[in-house]
Each structure stands twice: as structure tokens, then as C-alpha cells.
């Protein structure tokens, strides 16, 4: 049988999903058959991962029910706390704490429920332990996102921060097969259970050509620091052959469509602070970039991507760079355990074939 060798599997087809669909030529972006700017400013992160997990929304019973079960199993086994305080003393990266820490929810249980609901406590646990605050215990009055935020910093938070993260969390919840979905399927694809695929897809996320670029994205615009000087700094960065964070889409060859369901998440939340200097800096970066890439790169069709409006959002949530990425993992989760389930129902191993191009015909000598 002849091989066909595709670097980075482009255009290799190697799962039917009914979860999400990601059309880069169109800039759209479908989650469980609703557009992205539809569902994510107005479903609970609840009713989101319900419709991934189950194919619909839920009835108002069906969300009562799950909401109670996941706050159910927020609480973090003592064993999970004493390991996020070693990491805290270790000084240890919050994306390794997150992976160490997520392997230890089989402990209790490997249940879907289990793991997405233990995530939020787990990332808010270790940025309080490496802060040398307290953990605040999870409350179960409170939703997935509003619990998150409460345990981050302590204080019931407003409806407005609410809906920006849960808008945040449903925008970034399923993006077809991304190398950390892909990871997830492939474990899911041995008989291997769901807290080893969501560890497993932990670790290609934390690589930064995954899940690293919101950080620099905002750096670049808190460089920048003022609308003045965002011509010069871009010229400069762009004739230097720098990649402007936050623009471009390896997929997207149009507007990346979440940027826009984050950038209105973003100005809401900026609207209702007293300082919204930041986001109307951000926005006056954005617009010089893209006229900019234009000039500089004509038909490239950089546009642009999540990552710019996650940073800004995420910033005006109060999070610090580097619980960007832990806090998509906490979206993701229930992106990733959906396909294990839609890769269990229809099972097959995932097993592609390797070109070999090394040394051939060589022979042992005795005495080498």
C-alpha cells in the first residue's frame, strides 16, 4: 500500500464530530449547531457543556439536576491540596500544577462530572497557595463560572464579571480537532479512561503554539502603552520580521468569529469599570495592526484571532498572564471529555502510519 506522508496531518480527515465546526474560509465557528456569537453570550457554561455532552440543550429540571451534581464534587481531596502546596513551594509553572493535579481527581472518581467541576478548584486553590493566601472553599449556592471567580479571589462576584467569563468559557469550549482535542481522542481511542485523556490534552496545551499566545498579546499592548506610539512600536516589531501576538489564524483566513463574541464581552465588562483606558488602548492597537499588516503583508488576511480579546477580557477579570491558559483549560475540559464520549461510541484505535527514511542494510560488527 503506498503512503501518502502529510507533515502536521493538513487536511487529513480523521474523525466524523457532531460538536462543533470550524470553517476558516468563511470565518464561522458552529458549537452543537449554534453559531459562536449566538450561544456563547447567552447559554450558562452549564447548558453548554450539557448540549456538547448530549446533543441539546437541557430542560430546566435536566440544568437544575447537573448544576447541583457538579457542585456536588467541587471540594478538593486533602491529597490534591497537599500536592498544590508543594508545587506552591516549588514555585512550579500553574499549567504543570494543573496537569499534576488533574490526575489526582481519579482518586474519588473519573467521572465527567467529576473532572469539570474539580478544575476551576484546583487552578483557584494554586494561584491563592503561590500567592501564600489561603484556599477558599467552593460554594455550592454559587455556577461553574461564579464559583470560579469566587474562589479566585474570595467575594461573591457581580452578574457582569459572571457573564464575561461564562461568555469567555462557551466561546472556547469545543474548536474542532485541535492538537489537544486530537490528544484527548487518541487516548480515548486505546480503552483508557477520561482522567488520562484530559491529562493527556493538558500537556499539548501547554505548549505555546496551542495554548501560550494571549500572554504576549497584551504585553504587546501594555508596550505599547499609549495610542500615540502604536504606528511606531508596529512598524518596528513588523520590520523586524516579529509576528504581531494576537493576529493570524492557522485556520482562520478571515476574522477569527470569537474574536468578536470577546471583544463585546470585553467592552461590556470595560464599560461597567471606572477605568476603561486599557480596553479603548487595545482597541486603538487592533486597528493600527490590522491597517498595518495590510500594508506590509497585502492578501496574507491576517486578522484578528481569539487570543487578543481572551487577554483583555481575561485582564479585566482579574487574572493574572499566567493563568490564561489554565483558565482555557477550564473551558476546554468539557470540549475535550465530549469527544471522548462521541470517540467511544464509535471506537476504533487511532493508529496512523510512519515513512521510515533512515539507514538501511547495516550489520552488527563484534567489535565496534
Known amino acids: 500500500m503506498a503512503l501518502t506522508t502529510t507533515s502536521g496531518l493538513d487536511g487529513v480527515v480523521a474523525a466524523t464530530t457532531a460538536l462543533s465546526l470550524v470553517d476558516g474560509e468563511r470565518g464561522e465557528l458552529v458549537i452543537g449547531g449554534f453559531p459562536v456569537e449566538e450561544l456563547a453570550e447567552h447559554a450558562t457554561f452549564e447548558e453548554t457543556t450539557w448540549l456538547l455532552w448530549h446533543g441539546d440543550l437541557p430542560s430546566t429540571a435536566q440544568l437544575d439536576q447537573f448544576r447541583d451534581e457538579l457542585a456536588s464534587c467541587r471540594e478538593l481531596p486533602e491529597s490534591t491540596l497537599a500536592l498544590l502546596r508543594d508545587c506552591a513551594?516549588?514555585?512550579?509553572?500553574?499549567?504543570?500544577?494543573?496537569?499534576?493535579?488533574?490526575?489526582?481527581?481519579?482518586?474519588?472518581?473519573?467521572?465527567?462530572?467529576?473532572?469539570?467541576?474539580?478544575?476551576?478548584?484546583?487552578?483557584?486553590?494554586?494561584?491563592?497557595?503561590?500567592?501564600?493566601?489561603?484556599?477558599?472553599?467552593?460554594?455550592?449556592?454559587?455556577?461553574?463560572?461564579?464559583?470560579?471567580?469566587?474562589?479566585?479571589?474570595?467575594?461573591?462576584?457581580?452578574?457582569?464579571?459572571?457573564?464575561?467569563?461564562?461568555?469567555?468559557?462557551?466561546?472556547v469550549i469545543d474548536h474542532g480537532l485541535n492538537a489537544s482535542t486530537f490528544t484527548a481522542r487518541v487516548i480515548t481511542s486505546t480503552g483508557s479512561d477520561l482522567v488520562s485523556a484530559v491529562v493527556g490534552a493538558l500537556g499539548a496545551l501547554k505548549g505555546p503554539l496551542h495554548g501560550g499566545a494571549p500572554g504576549p498579546a497584551l504585553e504587546m499592548v501594555f508596550e505599547i502603552g499609549s495610542a500615540s506610539r502604536a504606528e511606531a512600536v508596529l512598524r518596528t516589531r513588523i520590520e523586524a520580521g516579529e509576528r504581531l501576538m494576537g493576529f493570524g489564524h492557522r485556520i482562520y483566513k478571515v476574522r477569527d468569529p470569537r474574536a468578536d463574541v470577546l471583544a463585546r464581552a470585553a467592552e461590556r465588562l470595560f464599560t461597567g469599570a471606572v477605568d476603561r483606558s486599557l480596553y479603548d488602548l487595545a482597541r486603538s492597537v487592533e486597528a493600527v495592526a490590522l491597517k498595518l499588516l495590510e500594508e506590509y503583508k497585502p492578501g496574507r488576511r491576517l486578522q484578528t484571532n481569539v487570543e487578543f480579546y481572551t487577554a483583555l477580557l481575561l485582564h479585566g477579570l482579574g487574572f493574572g498572564v499566567e493563568l490564561f491558559t489554565p483558565t482555557f483549560a477550564i473551558g476546554r475540559a468539557s470540549g475535550w471529555i465530549a469527544h471522548a464520549f462521541e470517540q467511544r461510541r464509535v471506537n476504533r484505535i487511532i493508529r496512523p502510519q510512519s515513512e521510515y527514511v533512515g539507514p538501511r542494510g547495516r550489520r552488527w560488527a563484534a567489535a565496534h
Do not use: C, K, W
Request: proline letters at 6%; a negative charge.
Open 89 to 171: 513551594r516549588h514555585s512550579v509553572d500553574p499549567m504543570d500544577a494543573l496537569r499534576m493535579a488533574a490526575g489526582t481527581v481519579s482518586l474519588t472518581s473519573d467521572e465527567a462530572t467529576s473532572i469539570v467541576a474539580t478544575m476551576p478548584g484546583i487552578v483557584a486553590a494554586y494561584d491563592r497557595l503561590r500567592r501564600g493566601l489561603e484556599v477558599v472553599s467552593p460554594s455550592p449556592d454559587l455556577g461553574h463560572a461564579a464559583n470560579f471567580l469566587y474562589m479566585m479571589s474570595g467575594q461573591t462576584p457581580d452578574a457582569a464579571r459572571v457573564r464575561a467569563l461564562e461568555t469567555y468559557l462557551n466561546t
